[in-house]
């Protein structure tokens, strides 16, 4: 009996020990050995290896990681081929090309702007906002007016092809996005810089003829992006409405938090959701993670989501294991 006791009181100060030694919110570092891999930048989808490739020219010159993550997103933002963001995005049903995006950096500042018309680049506004306002989110026409104030040229974003799709589109006017096609609709990007800071970048034109004035997942602190320089980072894509009701990419951090590599924690955070449906035939939610110490993972609800990943060792296009 005695050492019994003698046992428990042994385990019990080993216990306090450990816990002195990883703080809440560090635990998930205790299971990394290693030197980290760094820098590194994650993004979205197929349009995410030429964004990633703007990222890495700062990343690879000791850039820090929220300059790498903007350069990084302007870039689909421009073309006018990748049809579910920026200029030469999808409309909604009133034919208005409609933006959102959000920043966050290492200290946690963050700047955001939703139902953006006429500005090509809605990160830089986005960051403009961080930076220059105390505010996190300016949205419709006070977003516009601060553009226009910070510098930001009006333009029209509807180019011939996405009026021309709209058009037909009108002809039956029914609201039934493609998977993987019209309803991925984002970019989402995460960076580990030299200097072992993380920043993260997200920017939409959003779901394919979704009503005037709909906002979903990627201009939301939390829900389409959430930064926590302690543990790491996380973006969504898919169905907006979805990952907000979760609060998606912070369930992803706060998951890593506890311990989890970045994949599992996206796998957790979908099955999340998953849980919550009552039919997920026609929904498509995807998560991509970086942790602190440059691990990385992705996952989603249906096969066809894909992630981009460029380190000093790869640059690739990497499918995402889905639940279904």
Known sequence: ???????????????????????????????????????????TWDHGMPANDAAWQVLAAQGHALDAVEAGVRIP???????TVGYGGYPDREGHVTLDACIMDKEGNCGSVAFLEHIKHPISVARKVMEETPH???VGEGALQFALAQGFEKENLLTPESEKDWQNWLKESKYKPVINIENHDTIGMLALDAHGNLAGACTTSGAAYKMHGRVGDSPIIGAGLFVDNEVGGATATGLGEAVVRMVGSHLVVELMRQGHAPEKACRLAVERIVSKQKNVKDLQVGFIALNKQGEYGGYCIQKGFNYAVRDKRVNKLIDAKSSM
Do not use: H, W
Not at 22 to 30: L, N, T
Not at 77 to 83: I, M, S
């Open 77 to 83: 933002e421009a073309d006018p081929k990748v049809r």
């Open 1 to 43: 009996m005695n050492s019994r006791r003698r046992f428990l009181k042994l385990s019990a100060l080993g216990t306090t020990a450990l816990s002195g030694l990883y703080p809440i919110g560090q635990a998930f570092a205790s299971s990394f050995k290693g030197k980290s891999n760094q820098p590194i930048v994650i993004s």
């Open 136 to 138: 996190v989110m300016l």
